[in-house]
C-alpha cells in the first residue's frame, strides 16, 4: 500500500474523502543551513501524490 493511500485509510476509514484533492507547502528550519521548502500535492481523484522540494 503506498503512503496516500495508508494516509486515506486511517484518516478516513469509512471512505468519507475518495475525492480529496489539496496541497501542503512547509518549512524545515535546522542550525547552521538553509531552511528547506517543501510542497506536497495530493489529488485523490487523479491518484497524485507529489513531494516536490
Known sequence: M???DKAMEV???NGHRPAFKDSLKFRMSTLKKSDRVS???IDKIENIFE???
Open 2 to 4: 503506498q503512503l496516500p
Open 11 to 13: 484518516h478516513s476509514p
Open 39 to 41: 510542497d506536497i500535492v
Open 51 to 53: 513531494l516536490n522540494y
